[in-house]
């Protein structure tokens, strides 16, 4: 089936240690983003990428990085200096560009402990 | 994008029509309105949106005033599978491979048995 592929599905952090969540589609679609959720909060853009080599800062890259080397990947790495990384963070992608709408679809998330 | 207002909570007995609103007094003449829903630990899934006429698919309906200032989705026979956070938003077309959505709080429905 097509879809969007976060993977794990939960992930434990040590302090100072950074660490990758993966996300995979075969939707073909140009466009991935990665969101944060904390608690009872709506959704935070940190990264997103309109086509491949290519990536753009959010509302809060700060402490993340990303890479979109295939069209099909966007992973993102959590590192050491985001103090606060517990959360929940979901993966999205849209159609390619000139699409007559833009909804997302999303993964299924990676939940983010910190050690 | 044009910020939205909603209700934090609302409850629904199973069977009823549920009717979430959304005030977006400040709509720009280009922004569609879309709804989303997430249930709990999953991510959002798109529901529908619309720029200006009144929008129906299989999951739901979404009427928009004529003033644009105000929507309101509609869940014809809700069930307790619908039961979920929905999400409100408004923002401009731009042609595919957006900049993202912004996810406020939204409204926490709760469908009773």
């Known amino acids: 089936d097509g879809g969007i592929t976060q993977s794990p599905k939960y992930l434990f952090r040590k302090e100072g240690q950074n660490v990758t969540l993966s996300c995979e589609q075969n939707?073909?679609?140009?466009?991935m983003y990665w969101y944060r959720q904390d608690p009872g909060q709506g959704l935070r853009l940190i990264y997103y990428?309109?086509?491949?080599?290519?990536?753009q800062k959010g509302d809060i890259a700060e402490g993340y990085s990303v890479s979109r080397e295939k069209k099909e990947s966007f992973p993102l790495t959590v590192t050491s200096a985001q103090k606060n990384p517990t959360a929940f963070y979901l993966c999205?992608?849209?159609?390619?560009?000139?699409?007559?709408?833009?909804?997302?679809?999303f993964g299924s998330g990676t939940q983010l402990s910190v050690l | 994008d044009a910020k939205t207002t909603q209700p934090p909570s609302m409850d629904c007995a199973e069977g009823r029509a549920a009717n979430l609103p959304c005030n977006h007094s400040?709509?720009?003449?280009?922004?569609?309105v879309y709804w989303y829903r997430q249930i709990h630990s999953q991510g959002p899934q798109y529901i529908i949106h619309?720029?200006?006429n009144n929008e129906t698919n299989e999951m739901a309906s979404l009427i928009i005033t004529e003033d644009r200032k105000s929507s309101t989705l509609i869940l014809p026979h809700a069930t307790l599978r619908d039961t979920a956070v929905y999400y409100c938003?408004?923002?401009?077309?731009?042609?595919?491979?957006?900049?993202?959505?912004?996810f406020g709080k939204g409204t926490h429905l709760i469908i009773q048995p």
């Open positions: 619309g720029l200006k």
């Open positions: 990428s309109q086509i491949v080599n290519d990536f």
């Open positions: 938003i408004v923002r401009p077309y731009s042609g595919g491979g957006a900049d993202g959505l912004t």
């Open positions: 400040t709509i720009s003449g280009n922004e569609y």
């Open positions: 999205a992608s849209t159609p390619s560009r000139g699409a007559t709408n833009e909804k997302l679809f």
């Open positions: 939707l073909n679609h140009d466009a």
